[in-house]
């Protein structure tokens, strides 16, 4: 599991995007100013006692000559002298500005959280402040403590998604943590993993918010970690995938989730969901042509096992003379199966139900005739006696697959229970994103 964030902190972003650390000790014109260069907004005015300027002087002289290990060796009289809540953030802002000189990240962490701590920061330093002592306790790998300020940080809306990010990215990599750093959570890691999800989402409306594209890696991290820690959510996280990078892996991943969730399918339904999945690339592996070929064949649709397998070998998933069994077999029934058909859609025009019409239809779908089938389907309901789930379902890829999108997206909404009310939902999902390309 890759994590999602690899922000760098090069020279505490310019100095806290020259703001307080900076460095100088406004309160007295002894102290240096900061470079007018930087455009920075004047720092306010602080009330120093006067044990601790004393104690500062050394500490504020190196700074000015750039000498970070003599600020360092100072620093600790200054802080024991520091009384007051402005002499804590300008000991704390000494330190961080000795950490950035020294590229000491521990250091830069200690004086953040000081400024912090002290309740002298100005208002509107927290959200960065936060933030920065956040990332900086997350690239230490002390996930907890980069919790407390990421999460601060995010509440106070720091950098719109970046904080929102980290937070869902610090639960994540507590929980990788936890369980030795494999590719599997530990029971007691997946609840903290989950913790992250909604943060995540958090992130990814604020991408949207702003007009900006999600970047996919975001969503296949939700994806991943929800699938990993067992979440109740990886449907949605799939979906989202799906809705925003409709590759054939997205789409394998929708589809097989939604299998694992549904173990109990009959073969028709999984049939349902198999054929789409040969729409939208997903049959990436011979384990899936297989399993494709299996429920066709089993279904008598001799057509269908021809053309999923012709399909595997021309996109090079199967190698010739996989599959061979079935091929063979089908292939061998298809003359006379073709032949059969005129005579069974006559039969379903006289029959009392609608149960011959359907098979039918199947069987026409089958050779790619979505017309036909698509005319016995619709027998098949008017004459009643059928699953009418099943039948709108196929129906309804008759229609998409013979263009007539409108008519496969009504009979695809009539589909009201059971797993094949999702795939349906699955399929409409698909004629979206067909129309949208």
């Not at 290990?69 to 000494?94: H, R």
């Not at 066709?296 to 061979?324: H, M, T, W, Y």
């Not at 009504?410 to 994103?433: H, M, N, Y």
Request: aromatic share 8%; no cysteine; glycine share 8%.
């Amino acid at each position: 599991m890759r994590s999602l964030s690899r922000l760098a902190v090069s020279k505490l972003a310019a100095a806290l995007m020259l703001g307080t650390a900076a460095l100088a000790m406004t309160a007295t014109p002894a102290f240096a100013q900061r470079d007018k260069k930087e455009k920075a907004p004047a720092a306010p005015k602080r009330d120093l006692s006067k044990p601790f300027i004393a104690a500062a002087q050394p500490v504020d002289k190196a700074n000015q000559a750039k000498d970070f290990a003599a600020m360092v060796a100072a620093l600790p009289a200054a802080e024991a002298a520091a009384t007051t809540p402005d002499d804590k953030f300008t000991a704390g802002n000494f330190r961080l500005g000795a950490g950035i000189g020294l590229n000491d990240q521990k250091m830069q962490r200690d004086g953040l959280k000081a400024m912090l701590a002290s309740g002298a920061a100005a208002q509107e330093d927290l959200p960065k402040f936060n933030y920065f002592a956040g990332k900086l306790a997350y690239d230490a790998k002390d996930y907890d403590d980069a919790l407390i300020y990421l999460q601060k940080a995010a509440e106070l809306g720091f950098e719109g998604s970046s904080s929102y990010l980290l937070v869902a990215e610090a639960h994540f990599q507590k929980a990788i943590a936890m369980s030795g750093g494999g590719g599997q959570l530990s029971p007691a890691a997946k609840p903290i993993a989950q913790q992250g999800l909604a943060p995540l989402k958090k992130a990814i409306e604020l991408e949207k918010a702003a007009g900006r594209a999600v970047p996919p890696a975001w969503l296949n991290r939700g994806f991943s970690i929800a699938y990993t820690s067992g979440s109740a959510e990886a449907p949605q996280w799939a979906v989202m995938q799906v809705e925003t990078d409709p590759t054939g892996n997205n789409w394998r991943q929708l589809l097989r989730t939604f299998q694992d969730r549904n173990r109990s399918m009959s073969a028709g339904e999984n049939l349902d969901v198999m054929r789409l999945m040969y729409q939208t690339g997903a049959l990436q592996s011979e384990y899936d042509y297989a399993e494709y070929a299996d429920t066709a064949s089993k279904l008598a649709l001799f057509g269908e096992v021809k053309s999923v397998i012709d399909q595997g070998r021309s996109n090079g998933k199967l190698a010739p003379g996989k599959l061979n069994d079935f091929y063979t077999q089908a292939t061998s029934k298809i003359a006379s199966d073709k032949a059969s058909l005129p005579s069974a859609a006559a039969e379903s025009a006289k029959a009392a139900n609608g149960r011959t019409a359907a098979f039918t239809a199947g069987a026409y779908q089958g050779y790619g005739d979505y017309a036909k089938a698509a005319e016995l389907y619709r027998v098949a309901l008017q004459k009643g006696s059928v699953d009418a789930n099943e039948v709108n379902t196929r129906l309804g890829i008759a229609l998409a697959m013979a263009g007539d999108t409108a008519g496969a997206k009504t009979a695809f909404e009539a589909v009201s229970a059971g797993p094949r009310k999702e795939i349906a939902s699955f399929w409409l999902l698909w004629l979206s994103k067909k129309a949208a390309a």
